[in-house]
């Protein structure tokens, strides 16, 4: 690539003689700057992945009828709260804390800054002591804390999606407030805090398990249990269509999730300062773009095939599911891998949908597929194109899926038994945001306005 | 945390030699590299910042009725484009030029790179002596510019919503200008630019005051000299509803608001290039998060105490009062302390919008609650929990907000003596989409177009 | 500017000795250090232009009418991901693969990560060696492929929005295919791949012409082989509006589009490790912001003259005509330059517009007056405000743009012989949504859900 000028001239600047000294290791970074690094890349790609939040509310705001809009909406920005509060009050020290192996980290509450850190910040001079004590970890703690929780919001926001138009708001902030507290920390600690997954070789490197099926299959159990939509399965079999009342901001969502997600994948090098590092990052970004680029390609095809149509809402699925399908292991260093990967992503995903359809689990934005169908695949496809053993992948799967259908079931019924998951028929009929919020989403349009 | 694999492999690749003679020094970041990390990280927050604009623009949109929305799109983007030009002719001089522990900078106009940056731009050779000139100022000085601007515009953005549906388009931008470029200026001076309230020891960190408060009092000022919408307020002393015609873009507009306070308040750590900066920078961005979340969550619990019900637009007011509220100081070394204040901002909100109702001062998006009252609230809160003085935060807030009353109510008179600031009844009635700009911003919606 | 507090006592840690052996030298920015910041560039500012891909379709989304909003949602995804497998087939090494002064690159398949980062990669051991291996390249393989990516993606957006509401889904999408593939890096290698344009002089920053004319000219031949939408012009020469269906999403489009400008010109500095980088990198911002508002604030001032009413949609168009403008040349010295540079260019949207109306060019969105008419004006202004000669710059411009003229008209010509371009008369009363895609895009609000 020529488009440059005069660059790295600064380098010319490099004294022969700190050259003859120190050697080719004066051309490295150094640990501060590594620490310094690591941990911008922290923050930067975990606002990147905070966005995502933004990205499924919008898609699941255009998914739904515009009587459950308003409702969604609150859903996701009440998740996205309390997955931030319950990951500080006790998540992360159950995922990260003394694991060693084991199946679950401290009951410690509350994370907060390093002791070295306090002490830097709080010294009255930078000393060389309190700087190497706080780059001795490598990044900076908070800067970590942020990255791990924007992504147990994540596994929160599929969940509501598939839930839209019947639950009520708070029986699922509260099973929210299980999930993001206990639930996905627990099997986080088995992978990623270095529990007994990761020792027996399980890899996933962004979460295709962890994140994303883990979030499929918690939906997918109270999916199950809260039943379809009123209407949505005639008694013939036949399946209503209740298309989603505004497209173009679900095709908004869609590209703030791909987006997102180069945050989600990009970020989960989890460091940045070396060479190595970056280099190593560059290709986990390009895979991400192609494995979703894959997958709205052969959703398109599918749906042309399948439907002599091309639909806009299986092409948007088609995205999602191809960077599902990569983020277990986006480190492919052969890129047409990536294509593949994503493009069986969005075929299996034009299959689920109509399926799970047939066996009558409503899932309004087609998150199950999406997510748990993808997170499957990609997790799989570890074994198949890069370095993970199959059957070790499959193995974490299949305990991974286990444990997240009891604990989330045991939940969903608790809260059913305790309180109702699920709004009277009347007001599903009326619409959640008039009758759990009392407003309207767009009461000056169509036939949204009408119905007042 | 554990799940990366093979880094700083590089690191050990220092040579030995290298570091017995430079010592602990040799692994420190070197002042070129501190410059760029610096440098970058204004433009990486300050782009975020920016984005804050088309946040803005969202919930505005949302917030009001479909015949006004197109010119609250209009009024947005023009505020946007007016402070950057104001803050390039005038303003950043007055806020940050020979202010001297003074009230003001200096007059001069226009704001170019530095001449060491020229002189390196323009050199055949970038020697270490160009190179250490322009590295003494350990930042880009058009970087800290472009970071300085964005909130400049912040500032404008919270005046507009206030305001909506009945002013004018051209005396608004008008008092946009000078706000930018003269009134919000002089009062940065004060703090920022190391005048008489920085030498007093008043402390805000992002802007709790002055930038968020700011917005807050011009917008109040407005909305008292300007009156309420027709019909807001029955002559029985009832409080008409005018509901928002898209809560969704609302909520994105919330979302994206949030998205860009990780640069509003990280970014305004001011540097990267350290460890101790960074770890700081990431305490700012947790508490920032956590902040937000305390306001949802208060703001929910609040609407159903109150009403029953939970609101959502109380629900986005809480996320951003929680953000205002920590913006003075989200440096906090103990998460906890974070959400509280969050939280504190998100009652507040819920407080002071039925409040300001009843006072019959017509906010149309809750500008003046989010902003101004949470604004009041962090900055004291930084003589709570933070480091300030109680009183010398109160008596920063009561001289800025008295100079801002003052000099936002004289710009407000005088435009309304000289041109007018409201639309007619006629026209307020018809939309100021309609009147003001000859289009619609839904033409083919619902009642929207009924009214054709 | 005073806001921080204890930034660099860092850099006070120097240790005396190593400053006496290296000399200044020492506080230079690494070669190692320098990589990452490069690459990670490519990735910050590749994902801002990667965002540009949602800007123009909830720009094209809300220009539209509603029936055909679905569709064009449909085909900007599309485009966006077929760029990116085109791009990785074929584009890359056709622009930038041995182009050596001449007018083609290679003609070989795949790009994937250098021999050198495959061997750091998957060392035992990262060795000095391999690592300066990497380094000597200046930044990772695949950050700029990244990077250069969505450059390709940019210009196959500008093209849909022209065509919109009357082109079929699939001929529409094969044109991408060549565009991306064949047509766009070709002409590429000519500048930025180092052929025969760049060595005659031919300057462009970040793609006036490279990239906004370009997909500019495509879009020009497009319109006129495929016509006017149907009732677009009267037989009397009357020209009939059919106004954008949501403003407000063409709003947030805009605003979109700005903020990833920043990576658009930004990120084209190609460098971020040395002050010298990243000082002009902060240039480049401020000149990209400080254009799209000259833009803004031109175009407003020309529709309140000529029309007596603001247009919003002329303010958004003169916001993109801005950025358009200064991106061949974002590199002005003297910022004042760069809001003239812009404000001719929002000048030259507000005329241009019904220009093309006369000639009965049917532009959806204003692309070619935005994106073609500006790319022009951009390119010659570095010929007169830049370092560049003002023929050399015309000449660029020509060649170009006769180029891509026979190209694409070939291809739209082959398109229309071998299965036809344009929707039967029929299916474009009902709508594209409809009629391609078999759904509607709001199907509950207004108008829209009426004509079902």
Same mark, same amino acid.
């Given at each position: ?32 700057? +590594?620490?310094?690094? %690591? /941990? ?6 975990? #606002?990147?992945? !905070?966005?995502?939040? @933004?990205?499924? $509310? ?74 190497? +004590?706080?780059?001795? %970890? /490598? ?6 804390? #942020?990255?791990? !929780?924007?992504?147990? @919001?994540?596994? $929160? ?296």
């Amino acid at each position: 690539m020529i488009r440059s000028i005069k660059t790295f001239l600064t380098l010319a600047a490099v004294g022969l003689l700190g050259l003859a000294i120190a050697g080719p290791a004066y051309a490295a970074v150094t640990e501060e700057t +590594a620490f310094v690094f %690591n /941990s911008f890349s922290f923050l930067v790609h975990g #606002f990147l992945v !905070m966005w995502m939040a @933004a990205g499924f $509310a919008m898609l699941e705001a255009g998914l739904v009828r515009t009587k459950n809009t308003a409702t969604i909406c609150l859903k996701n920005i009440a998740l996205y709260s309390l997955a931030g509060i319950m990951y500080y009050l006790i998540g992360y020290h159950l995922m990260y804390t003394n694991v060693d192996g084991g199946w679950i980290g401290s009951f410690s509450i509350l994370y907060n800054p390093s002791d070295a850190e306090l002490a830097l910040l709080n010294a009255e001079e930078a000393t060389d002591e309190l700087i190497g +004590a706080v780059t001795a %970890n /490598s990044y900076a703690s908070m800067s970590d804390w #942020f990255f791990q !929780m924007v992504f147990v @919001a994540t596994a $929160a926001s599929i969940v509501s999606g598939t839930l839209a138009e019947r639950i009520k708001v708070w029986p699922f902030l509260i099973f929210v407030v299980v999930l993001t507290g206990i639930i996905y920390p627990i099997q986080g600690s088995w992978v990623w805090g270095g529990g007994f997954l990761a020792e027996r070789g399980f890899s996933d490197f962004a979460g295709s398990t962890l994140v994303h099926s883990v979030g499929g299959w918690a939906a997918l159990v109270g999916a199950i249990i809260l039943g379809p939509r009123k209407g949505k399965y005639g008694p013939d079999g036949r399946v209503n269509p209740m298309p989603g009342a505004n497209l173009p901001l679900a095709t908004l969502g869609t590209f703030v999730l791909w987006f997102g997600w180069f945050g989600f994948n990009g970020g989960s090098q989890l460091a940045l300062g070396s060479a190595l590092d970056v280099s190593a990052m560059a290709i986990v970004y390009v895979n991400t773009n192609l494995a979703a680029a894959g997958g709205v390609v052969a959703a398109m095809l599918m749906t042309q095939v399948i439907y002599k149509k091309i639909d806009l809402t299986m092409a948007l699925n088609g995205a999602i599911a191809g960077l599902v399908s990569i983020t277990a292991g986006p480190d492919l260093q052969y890129h047409l891998l990536a294509i593949i990967v994503g493009a069986i992503g969005g075929v299996l995903v034009v299959l689920a949908i109509p399926l799970l359809d047939k066996l009558k689990i409503d899932d309004v934005v087609g998150a199950i597929s999406a997510h748990l169908v993808a997170g499957i695949w990609g997790t799989l496809a570890v074994g198949i194109f890069g370095s993970g053993s199959f059957f070790t992948q499959l193995y974490g799967i299949v305990v991974i899926g286990i444990y997240t259908v009891i604990a989330s079931g045991i939940v969903w019924f608790a809260l059913k038994a305790l309180m109702g998951i699920r709004v009277s028929d009347e007001e599903e009929e009326t619409g959640l945001d008039r009758s759990e919020l009392g407003l309207e989403a767009y009461p000056e349009f169509g036939r949204g306005s009408q119905t007042v």
